[in-house]
């Protein structure tokens, strides 16, 4: 006879009260094995459905949204391309034609002005001698002109107001300024029609004079590898003036275009030549760069996905454990006043405090082990049935962490001693006289 | 003497009075010796066996069984002390419910280690009449195998002093009368009995009775 041949005596007498506690400890254990085993099919299911969604990003945004540039006619388009500039001009009133106009191939139109001036032109960069002539992209830009008959969207390029100015990261790194933090946009059409007027006046990085003007810095674009990095943004109207290009773009960019036909080009071309006639449109800008921002915002919202998750099961799974550490702790207690008398007679016939605490205790650890045992089962085949793991995925085995079991294993059923702790320490303490004494 | 008490006393403190159980008694059993403590309702006879038993500190005076005083020792210490010197019988058999008659016959082993309690105890039910009734929960047995199933768990370690707290009560005579026949042949072993009883049945088989009344010896008188 000993201790355990008591423990197990008792629990086939009251199978009532030990299956309570093991079902308490199967809920618990699998509740937490199951949020586990879900998250871990959600990490599966987003690195291999990020894959799918970012091949999927890449066909579709091949096809569609891409960018053109709206040229004078007579601009060379060697000299964009060679010098990154250019030196024609056509009116400012093609735009207002443009956004007047019912053409449906065409989204965000940006007109500008552009030019290429030496960097030097900044009063607060300094440079070496043998760098002095080094160039630098100026743009004029009024941010977009809204398309008469399309509903307001998000405009893809901030307005620059007067006496603004945005520069490129590396202009940014000349004037040892920090690239400007990502602020945070509302998108949609309602924030759309709040205009600029009610924007947060942005915060001045720095003052500089530019061509005998002086223009508060007010964001430092991130590095982008690309000429942007070494570019300055103002506002149009003062490029206009600074350049004696009164009325006068050099360019209008056209963001996102649509068109229906393969020939996209072409199409845009035609439409445009009954509009804006005496200019000429190519396409801007490497399409691989919209589809790398695809691709990251697809996994920006996977990732936003699991975290998510990941803040519900750590919320909901501390609660159901210490619920269940509750409820077993109450059973404890219950146990312990039904078997007073059983106790009374046990310490009067020799067994010590420590002995009386290992039948209640023991009880416990029983309790959490095949809880233990039981919830992993559950919570692990919850798992295997609710996470969707995509087809030809050797799911049990991905999923399958025998760390977890291990853990579950040796946590469960120190939890369940923990918790009958108090309710076993009361019975070692009880005083066996008085319970022989009440009966 | 395996069982002496010496000036005993023992009061309860309540809310509303303190209740004297025990007032400055002395009692002493030798071994061989069968006696039995009489008295009404109340009177302190429960917490004299309690007190004797190891398991109530006196307030005052000394107790003594087998030499040693069990108070004097660690918690630990006097269990195993009382696992080993002290059996107990009571009238409500106190009997572990979901044991059967062998499990609850053996559980003393559990605070002695006792090697060889197995043989011991199927020894002591075979002695009893019990043996096709080894696994049989107490539910399922008599009051009289009750009775004899806790006597034989008393004798398990071999004790040196038994104390019987009205072993008889629920009893029939042919029940009450093999339990006492069988506290009888306790003594005949060496061993001491303390009997606490109403039932003059029970008087028959002691050598002395002891009368007590408000925690005082009143009138001892020969059997």
Same mark, same amino acid.
């Given at each position: 006879?000993?201790?355990?041949?008591?423990? #197990?005596?008792?629990?086939?007498?009251?199978?009532?009260? &030990?299956?309570?506690?093991?079902?308490?400890?199967?809920?618990?254990?699998?509740?937490?094995?199951?949020?586990?085993?879900? #998250?871990?099919?959600?990490?599966?299911?987003?690195?291999?459905?990020?894959? /799918?969604?970012?091949? +999927?990003?890449?066909?579709?945004?091949?096809?569609?949204?891409?960018?053109?540039?709206?040229?004078?006619?007579?601009?060379?388009?060697?000299?964009?391309?060679?010098?990154?500039?250019?030196?024609?001009?056509?009116?400012?009133?093609?735009?207002?034609?443009?956004?007047?106009?019912?053409?449906?191939?065409?989204?965000?139109?940006?007109?500008?002005?552009?030019?290429?001036?030496?960097?030097?032109?900044? =009063?607060?960069?300094?440079?070496?001698?043998?760098?002095?002539?080094?160039?630098?992209?100026?743009?004029? *830009?009024?941010?977009?002109?809204?398309?008469?008959?399309?509903?307001?969207?998000?405009?893809?390029? =901030?307005?620059?107001?007067?006496?603004?100015?945005?520069?490129?990261?590396?202009?940014?790194?000349?004037?040892?300024?920090?690239?400007?933090?990502?602020?945070?946009?509302?998108?949609?059409?309602?924030?759309?029609?709040?205009?600029?007027?009610?924007?947060?006046?942005?915060?001045?990085?720095?003052?500089?004079?530019?061509?005998?003007?002086?223009?508060?810095? *007010?964001?430092?674009?991130?590095?982008?590898?690309?000429?942007?990095?070494?570019?300055?943004?103002?506002?149009?109207?003062?490029?206009?003036?600074? &350049?004696?290009?009164?009325?006068?773009?050099?360019?209008?960019?056209?963001?996102?275009?649509?068109?229906?036909?393969?020939?996209?080009?072409?199409?845009?071309?035609?439409?445009?030549?009954?509009?804006?006639?005496?200019?000429?449109?190519?396409?801007?800008?490497?399409?691989?760069?919209?589809?790398?921002?695809?691709?990251?915002?697809?996994?920006?919202?996977?990732?936003?996905? #699991?975290?998510?998750?990941? +803040?519900?099961?750590?919320?909901?799974?501390?609660?159901?454990?210490?619920?269940?550490?509750?409820?077993?702790?109450?059973?404890?207690?219950?146990?312990?006043?039904?078997?007073? +008398?059983?106790?009374?007679?046990?310490?009067?016939?020799?067994?010590?405090?420590?002995?009386?605490?290992?039948?209640?205790?023991?009880?416990?650890?029983?309790?959490?082990?095949?809880?233990?045992?039981?919830?992993?089962?559950?919570?692990?085949?919850?798992?295997?049935?609710?996470?969707?793991?995509?087809?030809?995925? @050797?799911?049990?085995?991905? #999923?399958?962490?025998?760390?977890?079991?291990?853990?579950?294993?040796?946590?469960?059923? /120190?939890?369940?001693?923990?918790?009958?702790?108090?309710?076993?320490?009361?019975?070692?303490?009880? @005083?066996?006289?008085?319970?022989?004494?009440?009966? | 003497?395996?069982?002496?008490?010496?000036?005993?006393?023992?009061?309860?403190?309540?809310?509303?009075?303190?209740?004297?159980?025990?007032?400055?008694?002395?009692?002493?059993?030798?071994?061989?010796?069968?006696?039995?403590?009489?008295?009404?309702?109340?009177?302190?006879?429960?917490?004299?066996?309690?007190?004797?038993?190891?398991?109530?500190? !006196?307030?005052?005076?000394?107790?003594?069984?087998?030499?040693?005083?069990?108070?004097?020792?660690?918690?630990?210490?006097?269990?195993?002390?009382?696992?080993?010197?002290?059996?107990?019988?009571?009238?409500?058999?106190?009997?572990? !419910?979901?044991?059967?008659?062998?499990?609850?016959?053996?559980?003393?082993?559990?605070?002695?280690?006792?090697?060889?309690?197995?043989?011991?105890?199927?020894?002591?039910?075979?002695?009893?009449?019990?043996?096709?009734?080894?696994?049989?929960?107490?539910?399922?047995?008599?009051?009289?195998?009750?009775?004899?199933?806790?006597?034989?768990?008393?004798?398990?370690?071999?004790?040196?002093?038994?104390?019987?707290?009205? !072993?008889?009560?629920?009893?029939?005579?042919?029940?009450?009368?093999?339990?006492?026949?069988?506290?009888?042949?306790?003594?005949?072993?060496?061993?001491?009995?303390?009997?606490?009883?109403?039932?003059?049945?029970?008087?028959?088989?002691?050598?002395?009775?002891?009368?007590?009344?408000?925690?005082?010896?009143?009138?001892?008188?020969?059997?």
């Amino acid at each position: 006879m000993n201790v355990w041949r008591l423990v #197990l005596r008792e629990i086939l007498h009251r199978k009532l009260n &030990f299956a309570m506690g093991l079902v308490s400890v199967a809920v618990a254990v699998g509740c937490f094995v199951g949020a586990r085993t879900l #998250l871990r099919a959600d990490e599966i299911q987003t690195e291999q459905a990020g894959k /799918a969604l970012e091949d +999927s990003m890449r066909k579709i945004t091949k096809g569609l949204g891409f960018n053109i540039l709206i040229l004078p006619e007579d601009q060379d388009v060697n000299e964009l391309h060679t010098e990154g500039t250019l030196t024609k001009s056509m009116p400012y009133e093609y735009v207002e034609r443009l956004a007047n106009s019912k053409i449906v191939t065409i989204n965000h139109l940006l007109p500008m002005v552009v030019r290429k001036v030496r960097m030097a032109e900044i =009063d607060k960069i300094e440079l070496p001698p043998a760098e002095s002539e080094t160039s630098m992209y100026v743009i004029g *830009t009024r941010g977009e002109v809204p398309l008469v008959h399309r509903d307001l969207k998000k405009p893809l390029e =901030d307005h620059v107001p007067a006496g603004t100015m945005v520069v490129g990261f590396q202009i940014g790194k000349k004037l040892q300024l920090k690239p400007s933090k990502p602020s945070k946009k509302k998108s949609g059409k309602k924030n759309a029609q709040k205009g600029e007027a009610k924007k947060a006046k942005p915060k001045t990085l720095e003052t500089v004079n530019f061509l005998g003007r002086e223009f508060k810095i *007010t964001k430092v674009k991130p590095e982008l590898g690309n000429r942007d990095d070494s570019t300055i943004w103002i506002n149009l109207t003062e490029s206009q003036e600074l &350049f004696d290009s009164k009325n006068l773009v050099n360019g209008i960019l056209a963001l996102e275009c649509n068109c229906a036909t393969a020939d996209r080009v072409a199409e845009i071309r035609n439409d445009l030549e009954r509009i804006l006639p005496g200019t000429q449109v190519i396409e801007s800008g490497p399409p691989a760069l919209a589809r790398a921002e695809a691709r990251n915002q697809a996994k920006q919202v996977a990732v936003k996905n #699991l975290e998510q998750h990941q +803040s519900f099961a750590g919320v909901l799974v501390p609660l159901v454990v210490l619920g269940c550490g509750t409820w077993i702790g109450l059973l404890a207690f219950g146990n312990v006043r039904q078997r007073s +008398s059983e106790i009374g007679i046990l310490r009067a016939i020799g067994l010590r405090s420590v002995q009386i605490l290992l039948i209640f205790l023991g009880k416990a650890i029983l309790i959490g082990l095949i809880g233990a045992v039981v919830g992993y089962a559950a919570g692990f085949g919850f798992g295997m049935a609710m996470g969707t793991l995509p087809e030809a995925t @050797d799911a049990w085995s991905q #999923l399958f962490a025998p760390e977890l079991l291990l853990a579950t294993l040796l946590i469960a059923p /120190a939890i369940a001693a923990l918790a009958s702790w108090i309710p076993a320490v009361l019975a070692s303490r009880q @005083d066996p006289a008085m319970i022989l004494q009440a009966d | 003497m395996l069982l002496e008490l010496q000036n005993v006393s023992k009061t309860y403190h309540t809310a509303k009075s303190d209740v004297c159980a025990l007032n400055d008694l002395t009692l002493t059993i030798d071994a061989g010796q069968f006696q039995a403590v009489q008295g009404p309702s109340g009177c302190g006879k429960t917490t004299l066996l309690l007190i004797a038993g190891g398991l109530l500190a !006196p307030d005052s005076g000394t107790v003594l069984v087998d030499g040693t005083n069990p108070y004097s020792l660690p918690p630990n210490e006097r269990a195993q002390f009382r696992a080993s010197n002290i059996g107990f019988v009571f009238q409500q058999f106190h009997l572990i !419910p979901y044991l059967g008659v062998l499990d609850n016959v053996l559980a003393p082993a559990i605070a002695s280690g006792r090697t060889d309690a197995q043989a011991r105890a199927e020894e002591l039910i075979a002695h009893f009449g019990m043996q096709d009734r080894l696994h049989h929960v107490p539910a399922q047995l008599s009051t009289g195998e009750r009775q004899r199933t806790a006597l034989a768990r008393a004798l398990l370690n071999e004790p040196k002093v038994l104390l019987a707290d009205e !072993p008889t009560g629920n009893l029939d005579h042919e029940n009450a009368a093999a339990v006492l026949g069988h506290l009888k042949e306790f003594t005949a072993g060496g061993g001491a009995v303390l009997l606490v009883t109403h039932d003059d049945r029970a008087v028959e088989y002691a050598e002395s009775v002891t009368n007590i009344d408000g925690g005082q010896i009143v009138a001892p008188q020969p059997a």
